[in-house]
């Protein structure tokens, strides 16, 4: 009767263990599941970022490639316009010539044959591909036909970037100074102070570099210019 009873017991104990364990087992799985859920609502809404991002980005590379296009279809159009301008200054030379002679051309008939526009971004194109002689004679050319322009102060700044390129920094400076003597309410004053600056530092005249980096700073403080010339100011007085 005993040994009945001390069995019925460890049934009993069994059956509690092992109902415990089903428990267990049964909230895990049920952990596991919200788990499995949760992991799978993450990685859809990782998946929806990613594909949002591809679309963003095909895009955006999509308008880049237009707008590539649209640059070198521009870049292609002045490379094939400049021998027609090539061909066009000759021409005004030839009646220029012939002027000299016959008195018969004005300047009136220059501008027909040239356009401005043209003739600047071709000298514009020829100083960004460093053929700088080629760029020179354009500017000339520009600022001989067209001084009164829009673009006239520009091809004047321009110009004097052509020799400062090219080392001939003395050429550079009278450049440069032309465009505050002939262009002073132009936007391209402020470059012109610094380069004016650091073309008389290159043939030694460091008191007038002084001169031009000093009136910068003043006229046009909040520039970017201004601040390189404070720049260069420091290191000067640092030399000596």
Avoid at 140 to 151: D, V
Avoid at 158 to 178: P, S, V
Avoid at 192 to 204: D, N, P, Q, R, V
Wanted: with cysteine; proline share 2%; hydrophobic share 35%.
């Amino acid at each position: 009767m005993l040994l009945c009873v001390f069995s019925n017991c460890a049934s009993r104990r069994e059956i509690v263990k092992l109902k415990r364990q089903a428990d267990y087992l049964e909230e895990s799985h049920k952990r596991l599941e919200e788990r499995t859920a949760e992991m799978d609502s993450l990685l859809k809404e990782q998946l929806e970022i990613t594909n949002r991002l591809r679309a963003d980005l095909a895009t955006i590379l999509g308008g880049m490639d237009e707008r590539m296009e649209i640059v070198e279809s521009k870049l292609e159009d002045l490379g094939q316009r400049f021998p027609e301008l090539s061909r066009k200054m000759e021409m005004v030379k030839q009646k220029l010539s012939n002027s000299s002679d016959t008195g018969s051309v004005s300047d009136t008939s220059v501008k027909i044959n040239v356009d401005p526009q043209k003739l600047y971004d071709a000298s514009y194109l020829d100083l960004t591909k460093g053929n700088y002689d080629l760029a020179i004679t354009g500017f000339s050319s520009y600022l001989k036909y067209f001084p009164e322009t829009e673009l006239a102060g520009n091809s004047q700044y321009w110009l004097g970037e052509c020799y400062y390129a090219k080392k001939n920094y003395t050429r550079a400076a009278i450049e440069f100074h032309k465009v505050l003597e002939n262009y002073s309410t132009g936007n391209k004053v402020p470059s012109a102070l610094y380069k004016l600056g650091l073309s008389l530092l290159e043939i030694k005249s460091t008191d007038q570099a002084n001169k031009y980096f000093e009136e910068l700073i003043s006229k046009y403080p909040n520039t970017q210019e201004a601040k390189l010339a404070q720049a260069k100011l420091k290191q000067i007085k640092g030399k000596k």
